[in-house]
Nanobody
Framework: VQLQASGGGLVQAGGSLKLSCAASARSFSMYNMGWFRQAPGKEREFVAAITWGGASIYYTDSVKGRFTISRDNAKNTVYLQMNSLKPEDTAVYYC????????????????????????WGQGTLVTVSS
């Protein structure tokens, strides 16, 4: 599975960007998908996740109300719409895919854990200027 993230760039505080992550696999509709970010000198952190059918969505508290994760299974793509961007949102953003089919109930704890994911994209840089 190859994941190609795009859409990053330089934006002023208060602005918007929409990230895309295109997957190469035809079974994309069965994958749970997540977005993570890593700021300079910091650990990678969870941003948002969406389950394979879109029934469950999770966000870290700092982006709730500003970011929206969505997916288009017909296009094998997951999106992250980012509004009201802040300088602290500056980071490299990574998409990730969880291919495992398990009886485990979806949960924030599961999808916020980077170890849940099997494949990662290359990252796209988002820079928010003040």
């Amino acid at each position: 599975v190859q994941l190609q993230a795009s859409g990053g760039g330089l934006v002023q505080a208060g602005g918007s960007l929409k990230l895309s992550c295109a997957a190469s696999a035809r079974s994309f509709s069965m994958y749970n998908m997540g977005w993570f970010r890593q700021a300079p000198g910091k650990e990678r952190e969870f941003v948002a996740a969406i389950t394979w059918g879109g029934a469950s969505i999770y966000y870290t508290d700092s982006v709730k109300g500003r970011f929206t994760i969505s997916r288009d299974n017909a296009k094998n793509t997951v999106y992250l719409q980012m509004n009201s961007l802040k300088p602290e949102d500056t980071a490299v953003y990574y998409c990730a895919a969880d291919l495992k089919v398990t009886p485990e109930r979806p949960s924030y704890r599961k999808f916020a854990n980077h170890a849940t994911y099997d494949y990662w994209g290359q990252g796209t840089l988002v820079t928010v200027s003040s």
